[in-house]
């Protein structure tokens, strides 16, 4: 049923109501909790659905032991820094996962006082609402075209677009075995793999896909992953082979800040010439749990 159907149903309804319970009515639609449950979306039903499936087969920290580069280097920040995973976890689950002890949002200066400093998160995916704020905000219309997330870990990207977009294809290059098996399994048990696919490889050894990729989206993934000369070899890949004019690149930091923190001066100053930077309107999506200054991270940008 469409809004003016809805409407006019709506308008008869109240029509045919009591008189003595039209403003009781009224203030029921106005302010009751009952109607939560239709002000979320199927979609995001769905994300949240996938989100549970994931955190039943991770640990709480969702990084594997074999990833022992993400792991020293989360340890060598120079502030208490935990993983935990945006798209799994959302605020209120964080919430109370503190309240029952089992995670922290602080860390004690003195071992032992109450002097406590927050502690540094991090996320190594999308949250369910930058997700939408991407595919629905972000990115144009992608009927017809092929996107690729490179590091695709969880699949979070792929699931998001393939229910916030009408992308012909989705596909995720994972170098992590453990991440690929967790996707494909979530492809199969939800009916995704008529757009979704997840490739185990090294994006550097994907230039085909590369050459065709219409959207390509690259959140964080080699700071972590990689150490800085193999990241500034990774760039150049990217940058020798994802050529299409008009394609639009998604990145988080923007690109000066991931490419400014490897130091390697005169190699990187020719990377991101291809590109030109593309506005994002960050004010579009305002909701409730929406964090403006993780929005601000995400950069777009055009072929030229
Ligand atoms: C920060 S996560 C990004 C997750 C996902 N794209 C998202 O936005 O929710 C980065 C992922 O990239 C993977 N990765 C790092 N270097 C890679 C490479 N050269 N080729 C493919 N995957 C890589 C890592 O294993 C990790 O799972």
Redesign the pocket.
Known sequence: MNFSDAKSNILQILSRTDCQDLTKLISWMKHSDDLDNYLVDNQRAILQSIADDLRSCLPLEAVFPSETMAIQKTQQNPKPTVHVDA?LYDEETVDSLCEDGKMSRNFCLTCGSHRTAPMEFIS???SISELQFLFLHVLPDLAGKLVV??????G??LYGGYLYSAAAQLVG????EE?VKLQTMTVEKYGFSDRIKVIH????SQSMLLQNADVL?M????E???EPKDQVR?WQFISQNFLKKGALLVTVPSIQDALISLQETNEITAIGHWLQEVPVDYNAFLQNDTDLDSLKQIHLYRVL
């Open positions: 798209f190594h995916s999308f997330d490179v590091g695709s870990r969880l979070a990207v290059v994972e170098i992590c991440f490889d090294n994006i550097c989206i959140n964080n993934v080699f972590y992953f990689m990774a």
